[in-house]
């Protein structure tokens, strides 16, 4: 069975997930504030919430970047040309989606469980989701997206055979509709299960719990938002293929779920953690990114670390044995957003240049080529980035002029198709 076969759906099988788990990396982003707003033209955008910066760019965003508290956006966003501008991306497994200056949103890629928001087949172009506007943030996974809205509210669509839209049922949904009974500060999709952050600090998750990647004590699916056990003071969350980790207030992070990605052994022997496990030795932690068997965490200070699997060099620290505990990646400074797909890692740098590392099987870490990198490698000719979003298997960027870029898979629909996998950044018309 190849990784492309998973697109065919059906329900999770707990071999099939252990042979060869992907991460179906949740992407979450921001309306981005001033810096970007006035890059495209628009008139200004109000602060969704705090940044989880790790120093030196005025907007800092992730994979998992900005917790938000509520409020509204201002308007008039953009005027004529400055619309098509895009302020975020976020990348699922084989689609992605970008929300523009005028807050709406686009996507394309592979079409399965209705995931684009429309009924028809898969879109090798950037397409309007119809009837969406005023959207804060936008969130892609292996099975479908999501859209924050300024109020808080959320909305959901795709596959759900798991659960994993939280409305309490089984059914897909190809097109946008309401899915939880409150507002959100920010949402985190993994694999087959979800998360969201509320306002007082504390969690609620929903979907597949085979790894208890829930955190309710229970391997029990929920199909709709149930508490994580024993969590408070929240102010950040991501989530992985399996697992699920939060930042807390004053830089400590605990996590819960799969062994190998929660507890780092690489190995997956050992129980998972069915409620929130705090991770060792982690204080000053700014960003979270849950990778598909490894985790990252960046620091306030501007440096980063990883544990977990390490077969393809996805730790960053010359080799490709795992490790059980946080690992820094040596000589790694200015960090201000990380992002973790199924294999690889990628941050933005002070500069606004992006570096990565890890599995570069269908050129995912931009650098011109499919070698597989142990440590940070530049991604060729991208400067002024200002956000990342990382897929299972390919990479994205939005830069300071509304442009975006993304390289990697080909099944990604990168550059206007499945027309070879690439190796270095695209630009994505609009």
């Known amino acids: 069975m190849t990784e492309h076969m998973y697109l065919i759906g059906g329900q999770v099988e707990r071999a099939r997930a ?3 788990r992907g991460a179906g990396r949740t992407a979450v982003v921001t309306a981005l504030a001033s810096l970007l707003a006035s890059a495209a033209g628009c008139d200004g955008l109000t602060s969704i919430g705090g940044v989880n910066g790790t ?3 005025a907007v800092s965003f992730g994979i998992g970047g900005a917790p938000g508290t509520g409020g509204a956006l201002a308007g008039p966003r953009c005027t004529g040309a400055d619309c098509s501008k895009v302020t975020a991306v976020a990348a699922g497994w084989y689609h992605t989606c970008a929300l523009m200056a005028d807050a709406t949103m686009r996507c394309w890629g592979n079409n399965y469980g209705g995931m684009l928001g429309v009924a028809s087949g898969s879109a090798t172009v950037p397409t309007p989701v119809p009837g969406l506007s ?4 936008i969130y892609a996974d292996y099975t479908g997206t999501s859209a924050q809205l300024d109020d808080g509210s959320v909305l959901m669509w795709g596959a759900n055979h798991n659960g994993q839209l939280g409305d309490g049922t089984t059914e897909g949904r190809e097109q946008p509709a309401a899915a939880l009974p ?3 500060r920010e949402l985190a999709m993994g694999e087959y299960h979800a998360c969201a952050l509320l306002a007082g600090g504390t969690v609620s998750c929903w979907g597949l719990n085979i790894d208890g990647q829930l955190g309710d004590g229970t391997t029990t699916e929920r199909h709709s938002p149930t508490a994580v056990t024993g969590l408070s003071g929240v102010e950040h969350i991501d989530a992985g293929d399996m697992h699920t ?3 807390l207030a004053g830089g400590a992070v605990s996590c819960w779920g799969l062994y190998e990605s929660v507890k780092g052994s690489g190995t997956g022997l050992g129980p998972n953690e069915l409620q929130p496990w705090p991770v060792p030795g982690l204080a000053g932690v700014a960003q979270l990114a849950d990778g598909g068997g490894h985790q990252c965490v960046a620091f306030h200070d ?5 544990w977990g699997r390490n077969d393809h060099g996805q730790l960053g620290n010359g080799s490709n044995l795992p490790q059980d505990r946080p690992t820094a ?3 790694l400074t200015g960090v201000t957003q990380i992002g973790a797909g199924d294999d690889h890692v990628c941050v933005l740098l002070a500069g606004g240049t992006v570096s990565c590392w890890g599995s570069n099987k269908y ?3 931009g650098d011109g080529t499919k070698t597989d990198r142990a440590t940070p490698a530049p991604v060729a000719g991208l400067t002024g980035v200002v956000q990342l979003s990382l897929g299972a298997t390919h990479s994205c960027a939005v830069t300071s002029a509304g442009e975006l870029y993304c390289w990697g898979d080909e099944f990604a629909y990168i550059g206007g198709g499945a027309n070879g996998d690439r190796t270095s950044p695209q630009r994505i018309a609009f």
Request: proline share 4%; charged share 5%.
């Open 329 to 331: 990646v040596p000589g």
């Open 18 to 20: 252990r042979a060869q």
């Open 134 to 137: 005023g959207i804060a943030r």
């Open 302 to 306: 501007g440096t980063a670390s990883c």
């Open 363 to 365: 050129g995912q870490l």
């Open 55 to 57: 120093g030196g760019a």
């Open 182 to 184: 409150f507002a959100v």
């Open 245 to 247: 980790c939060a930042l």
